[in-house]
């Protein structure tokens, strides 16, 4: 969707949501077909996020011929952002493209699935869930609620935010009112920020009235959207707190298990696919978004200094563990798993991703 109209439309939705979740519409099954309601965590049209959530629909309808059919709820259209597991676990929805993060206080190990702090790259969680026994630790984490979840998409490496004033030393975060979700904001809280949480169509607002300091949501293509530049001018990087982010399809364990075979390999193939796509178009999208910032709005990148990012990284390491010493055993599991990954894995980004990338910097004649 073309950005001014989405800036313009977005608080439309949130007031005419309000008067739709009165009467929720009842699933459709008729002759093998099967429609099925699916609520996400994004206000609605947001690039990326809820159109990457509208585009996994279409692409299951597509796939089955029309035998399954997912219709798409914005953020506040059926239930709140937040709702999501609530709204699948109650049957008010069969489905739910949020992060998983939102809902660390039904499962503190759920944060693993979305961003962890100082965690891995959207490529590296991939390849933890994939090969690395992620999707089966998460499967036992969501199974006593009912529910499964499938990886449906990711945004990549996030900025670390929007600013009103520079952040010099770790003394400045004292007294900040942060909107920052999962266990980055944990981590903010350790060093004397205010954290909250709000949904994406709720931040502007927010920031523009002075109810908080500063927020981070995404990246450059998304942050552009939402019009953080306009209110807050510094603009840090990098994002420590979600390093790749990724989204996820939730789902009635119980209903997935009742459809046919081939539909239950269509949803799976179609979040694998999104989970391409979206975290391509993250990226894709980005890098002349962060040029607009820049060139057209005037916005002042920052680096966080480091001396702040080792404060940020011993905070997560607090973080992390709290979880091993005082989470569920679920939850437990979920973080040594993750953790293991974690230190494999980084012992080959360093000499793979992460060498490549230094290499790449280096000063040589390269047309472009
Ligand atoms: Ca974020």
Known sequence: MERRRFIKTAGLGAVAAAGAAASFPKVAISQGRVEWRMVTGWPKGLPGLHTGAERFAQRVGDMSGGRLTIKVFAA??????????????????????????????????????????????????????????????????????????L???STGVQMGGWFRKEIKSVD?????????????GQVLTKLGATVVNLPGGEIFPALQSGAIDGTEWVGP???????????????????????????????????????????????????????????????????????????????????????????FGTASGEVMQEVLDKADPNSKAVAVSFLKFRKEIMAYSRISDLAYMQARLLSFKYPG
């Open 76 to 149: 506040g259209e059926l239930v709140p952002a937040f709702g999501g597991w609530d709204a699948v676990v109650s049957g008010s929805a069969e489905m739910a493209h949020d992060a998983p993060y939102y809902h660390i206080s039904k499962a503190v190990g759920a944060a693993f699935f979305s961003a962890v702090p100082f965690g891995l790259t959207a490529t590296e969680t991939s390849a933890w869930i994939n090969f690395g026994g992620g999707q089966e630790v998460w499967d036992k984490l969501y199974n006593p609620f009912g529910l499964m979840a």
């Open 151 to 153: 990886h449906g998409g």
């Open 221 to 311: 293509y998304n942050d552009l959207a939402l019009g953080f530049y306009k209110v807050a001018p510094y603009y840090y990087w990098p994002g420590f707190h979600e390093p790749g982010t990724t989204l996820q399809v939730m789902m009635s364990k119980a209903k997935f298990e009742a459809l046919p075979k081939d539909l239950q390999a269509i949803i799976r193939s179609a979040a694998a696919a999104e989970m391409d796509v979206m975290t391509s178009e993250f990226n894709g999208k980005s890098g002349p978004a962060l040029n607009e910032l820049i060139t057209k709005h005037r916005v002042q990148l920052r680096q966080f200094p480091r001396d702040v990012l080792i404060a």
């Open 172 to 184: 400045d975060l004292k007294g900040l009112k942060f909107r920052m979700p999962g266990q980055g």
